[in-house]
T-cell receptor, first 117, second 113 residues
Framework: GAGVSQSPSNKVTEKGKDVELRCDPI?????LYWYRQSLGQGLEFLIY????????KSGLPSDRFSAERTGGSVSTLTIQRTQQEDSAVYLC???????????????FGDGTRLSIL | GDSVTQMEGPVTLSEEAFLTINCTYT??????LFWYVQYPGEGLQLLLK???ADDKGSNKGFEATYRKETTSFHLEKGSVQVSDSAVYFC????????????WGAGTKLIIKP
């Protein structure tokens, strides 16, 4: 389909390892968001990319977290030296344009379930 | 800061019952409001939205009205089905910021046949 695609769907790794999570947004969408969903919690904003503008990194919880978006399309979220509290579902969303006065909705991928042992 | 508060779940109802899931918000300015749904084993999907006061969003028999005077966006459905069992999230988007969504914690809905 033409939805937001995330990989891997599940990732189990040992504490201290680095992980990379990938997001492929809907073609043509200029805005891309990363969120974290911990068990029983709402979604926590992590980072936002809009076109070629500098990303909004205000939600990243520590400097172990980073993200990039290459060519305005695919994005990778990297967590270095993972900790057990990083265990969560990481969700990616994209939307077609910023500034839409009608509140352009975000379209979500199925997420990556990350488990840190 | 901006925030969204939803009623705690799980909410358990019988099929054909009337549903209300409360959602209230705190925000400066005039946010857009959304309900998203997450069915078991699936990703988040937009259910409905409203972008200004007194707007009513509707989809799949669900409705929610943007009430600025009570800062609420309660989700309602007149007759629920087993297939409505899911987790429902209320969210707001500030239009004067970076367009991030501020989320409620989610309400799990269980419909029994």
């Amino acid at each position: 389909g033409a939805g937001v695609s995330q990989s891997p769907s599940n990732k189990v790794t040992e504490k201290g390892k680095d992980v990379e999570l990938r997001c492929d947004p809907i073609s043509g969408h200029t805005a891309l968001y990363w969120y974290r969903q911990s068990l029983g919690q709402g979604l926590e904003f992590l980072i936002y990319f809009q076109g070629n503008s500098a990303p909004d990194k205000s939600g990243l919880p520590s400097d172990r977290f980073s993200a990039e978006r290459t060519g305005g399309s695919v994005s990778t979220l990297t967590i270095q030296r993972t900790q057990q509290e990083d265990s969560a579902v990481y969700l990616c969303a994209s939307s077609s344009r910023q500034g839409a006065p009608l509140g352009e909705p975000q379209h979500f991928g199925d997420g990556t379930r990350l488990s840190i042992l | 800061g901006d925030s969204v508060t939803q009623m705690e779940g799980p909410v358990t109802l019988s099929e054909e019952a009337f549903l209300t899931i409360n959602c209230t918000y705190t925000a400066t300015g005039y946010p857009s409001l959304f309900w998203y749904v997450q069915y078991p084993g699936e990703g988040l999907q937009l259910l409905l939205k409203a972008t200004k006061a007194d707007d009513k969003g509707s989809n799949k028999g669900f409705e929610a009205t943007y009430r600025k005077e009570t800062t609420s966006f309660h989700l309602e459905k007149g007759s629920v089905q087993v297939s409505d069992s899911a987790v429902y999230f209320c969210a707001l988007m500030r239009m004067d910021s970076n367009y991030q969504l501020i989320w409620g914690a989610g309400t799990k809905l269980i419909i029994k046949p």
